[in-house]
C-alpha cells in the first residue's frame, strides 16, 4: 500500500489479508513519558469476504473478532526483546479480502512482514537508529480429518475437522501460542504431537516466503 509505512498481501490458498503498519507518534496514556513504544493490531473481515455478506462491525466488536485482533498483537509483540524504539505505536490493520479458512495464521504471517517492512521505514527516516526486531513469526493451521492430519486447513476442511488447531511460533522455532480444540472429538499425546510436527513445517517453509519477500523489498 502507498500509503502505509509498512504493507503486505498475504495469500494461502483463496485466503487473502491485506496487512498496513500506521507508525503514530505517541503511545497509550499508560505508556506516556517511559520512552518505550507499543505495537497493537486490530483484525476486520470485509463483508462479502464469506460466501454470504456479514455485516460489518460498527458499534460494538465481536467477541472472535476481539480474541482475533488480541492474537495477532501478541504475535507481532514476539518479534522483539522489549520496547526500548521510542514512544512510537505501531498499529496493524488486518483486513480480510477473501476468507477461506486460516484468516487469523495468514493475518498473523502477513503482519509480520508488513512490520518488518514499517521499523525498516522507521530505520530510513531517521527516527530510529536501528530496527528492534529480533526475530519473525508465522502461523498455520492444522487439524485432523477423519484420521489424517492436514495442513492449513481450508474452510470445507475446517468445519468437519476432529480437531483444529491454529500454532504461532518464531523463526528460532519457539512457540507464542498453541490453540488447540477438539471439535467432534477428543485428541491423544500422539495425534498432538503429530500436528504440532506438521505445523512447525508448514512454519519453516512459511518463514523462507516471508524472507523471500523481504529480500525483494529490501535486497
Not at 509498512?6 to 495469500?11: E, F, K, M, N
Not at 470485509?46 to 485482533?69: D, F, K, M, V
Not at 477423519?146 to 468437519?160: H, K, N, P, T
Not at 504431537?193 to 525483494?216: C, E, K, N, S
Request: with cysteine; aromatic share 6%.
Amino acid at each position: 500500500m502507498r500509503n502505509a509505512e509498512g504493507s503486505c498481501l498475504v495469500a494461502f490458498g483463496n485466503t487473502r489479508v491485506l496487512c498496513a503498519v500506521s507508525v503514530e507518534d505517541g503511545v497509550p496514556g499508560w505508556r506516556k513519558g517511559s520512552g518505550q513504544g507499543w505495537m497493537t493490531a486490530e483484525y476486520a473481515m470485509l463483508p462479502r469476504a464469506t460466501n454470504t455478506r456479514s455485516p460489518r462491525e460498527r458499534a460494538q466488536l465481536g467477541g472472535r473478532t476481539q480474541e482475533i485482533q488480541r492474537l495477532i498483537g501478541r504475535s507481532i509483540r514476539a518479534m522483539i526483546d522489549d520496547f526500548a524504539f521510542g514512544e512510537f505505536t505501531l498499529r496493524v490493520d488486518c483486513d480480510v479480502l477473501d476468507a477461506d479458512g486460516g484468516t487469523r495464521t495468514a493475518a498473523i504471517t502477513g503482519a509480520c512482514v508488513a512490520v518488518v517492512d514499517a521499523f525498516a521505514w522507521m530505520v530510513q527516516t531517521g527516527r530510529i537508529a536501528d530496527t528492534p526486531v529480533r526475530r519473525r513469526v508465522a502461523a498455520v493451521s492444522v487439524g485432523l480429518l477423519g484420521g489424517e492430519a492436514r495442513l492449513d486447513l481450508e474452510y470445507a476442511e475446517d468445519v468437519r475437522a476432529d480437531v483444529d488447531m491454529n500454532v504461532v511460533m518464531t523463526s528460532e522455532g519457539r512457540f507464542v501460542e498453541v490453540q488447540g480444540t477438539g471439535e467432534h472429538a477428543a485428541f491423544d499425546r500422539s495425534e498432538l504431537d503429530v500436528l504440532v510436527a506438521l505445523a512447525t513445517h508448514g512454519i519453516r517453509h512459511l518463514d523462507t516466503l516471508q524472507l523471500a519477500a523481504l529480500a525483494v523489498a529490501y535486497p
